[in-house]
């Protein structure tokens, strides 16, 4: 029994402080947040400063991409080191991503400084650079170091010390009919809602890569529970000038929110995906097992076991370099490259208004007062989550205003984010399979959104 005490113990006390530290909303200098957030934001204004992180990000990107293409040859101080192996060993085509990323976090930086005068000598220099594309990418990144960071050294105490264990037990039964998906999801979820959408990624890798989740189960899980976080969805609404609406608007997002998940997950290309797991036999069964009476038993008894094989400090340090690693070395020169390359299509050619155009039609028919104006918003949220309330932040309508700053959330995969992350990671999905789920939540909030929006206006 005393062993059992002390087992207990160690899944409560870990796990309620990664549930305070993740998923526990609350306001600060009149910003709701989360506690992983305002560390990640001390450690990079106060403790570092702005422009010390904007060069560690330099330092970070140049090693990826060196290194990246020194693990082409396959060298043995790479190939029989496990971390050094995950960081850099990639195909020749993410090689080359993380060396266009590369480029662009110099070309900004460089540029933001006027370095020998080459912001007037060179357009693509110009349009790389540009306040909209690079350095919105750059600012993104210097943003996630420390998200990143601290986030990995934390993130064990929600998955090493038996929390989703248990919380899989219990929600089974509701999300696997729902979602699609096991009961630890739940998880997965509400640190994406509340906390960041981000932080939600990281900890479907960490669970995919682990063998907890299926190349199904992980695709549902990162491309339709990764919500924007709810200061943000503020920003939002107060670029499009209507905060005096929040409360209706957070509440749509949310149904919304729901809805996409229960019918993606049903529809290609995520219902399409394989069954298969990375690592076999950690999967949680969906049924109570023999010899259990009701779940929380079951889910309790599964906490204890993974509390059991914790191997102490060393293990929970060594996961959380390895998390950072990856994310550092892995996914920024992603969200950079790709976050860049993204807004320069959106900013200096048509292509993403081009896109747009078919969306005009649905939204005349659903009669939206300046469907043409909120038709040139639709896809270009693919790039970029604010970008569409820019656009949009001038239209007199202000019906039109609060449906384009409402779809512009419930959409989630922007690829200078959430979408780079994804694409980036292991998890099994690629960028047209994320493009065609990104037109699927387009296409479902606009009819849920419109004619609940024409009730309100």
């Known amino acids: 029994m005393e062993n059992k005490g002390k087992l207990k113990a160690m899944f409560l006390i870990p796990s309620l402080i990664g549930v305070l530290i993740f998923m526990i909303p609350m306001k600060i200098g009149g910003s709701w947040t989360v506690i992983v957030k305002v560390i990640a934001d001390w450690l990079k204004n106060d403790l570092i400063g702005y422009n010390n992180v904007a060069i560690v990000c330099l330092v970070i990107l140049t090693v990826s991409a060196l290194l990246a293409l020194v693990a082409q040859a396959k060298p043995k101080f790479i190939m029989d080191n496990k971390i050094l192996k995950d960081c850099f060993a990639c195909s020749p085509v993410w090689a080359i991503v993380r060396v266009i990323g590369c480029l662009c976090v110099w070309i900004t930086y460089l540029y933001g400084e006027d370095f020998m005068g080459m912001a007037s000598n060179a357009t693509l220099i110009h349009m790389i650079a540009g306040a909209d594309e690079g350095e919105l990418a750059y600012d993104l990144i210097i943003g996630l170091v420390f998200v990143f960071l601290v986030a990995s050294f934390l993130l064990p105490l929600l998955?090493?010390?038996?929390?989703?264990?248990?919380?899989?037990?219990?929600?089974?039964?509701?999300?696997?009919?729902?979602?699609?998906?096991?009961?630890?999801?739940?998880?997965?979820?509400?640190?994406?809602?509340?906390?960041?959408?981000?932080?939600?990624?990281?900890l479907t890798c960490n669970q995919y890569e682990g063998g907890y989740y299926n190349a199904k189960e992980a695709s549902i899980i990162a491309t339709l529970f990764s919500a924007v976080s709810i200061t943000f969805s503020l920003v939002v609404l107060d670029e499009v000038g209507l905060t005096h609406m929040f409360g209706v608007y957070y509440l749509l997002i949310c149904f919304v929110g729901i809805i996409c998940a229960i019918l993606c997950s049903r529809i290609w290309p995520l219902s399409k995906k394989p069954e298969t797991y990375l690592v076999e036999g950690n999967a949680m069964p969906d049924t109570l097992p023999e010899g259990y009476k009701t779940s929380g038993e079951y889910g309790m008894d599964l906490a204890l076991k993974r509390v059991a094989q914790h191997k102490g400090v060393g293990e929970f340090f060594g996961n959380g370099l390895k998390n950072c690693m990856s994310m550092w070395f892995g996914v920024l020169p992603t969200v950079m490259a790709v976050g860049t390359i993204a807004l320069v299509i959106a900013d200096y050619t048509p292509v993403f208004e081009w896109l747009g155009l078919p969306f005009y039609p649905l939204l005349q028919l659903l009669g939206v007062p300046e469907a043409k104006a909120a038709a040139g918003t639709m896809v270009v949220g693919f790039t970029d989550m604010f970008t569409p309330a820019i656009l949009i932040a001038g239209c007199e309508d202000a019906m039109t205003r609060f449906i384009v700053a409402v779809i512009s959330i419930t959409q989630v995969l922007f690829l200078d984010e959430v979408g780079g992350l994804i694409i980036s990671s292991k998890l099994p999905v690629n960028l047209g399979e994320l493009f065609v789920i990104f037109l699927e939540r387009t296409i479902i909030s606009i009819l849920i959104v419109v004619p609940i929006a024409h009730l309100l206006f």
Request: net charge neutral.
């Open 159 to 202: 998955l090493d010390f038996g929390l989703l264990e248990y919380v899989g037990a219990l929600l089974t039964k509701f999300m696997r009919p729902v979602f699609k998906v096991p009961g630890r999801a739940a998880v997965d979820c509400i640190t994406s809602w509340i906390g960041d959408g981000t932080l939600g990624v990281m």
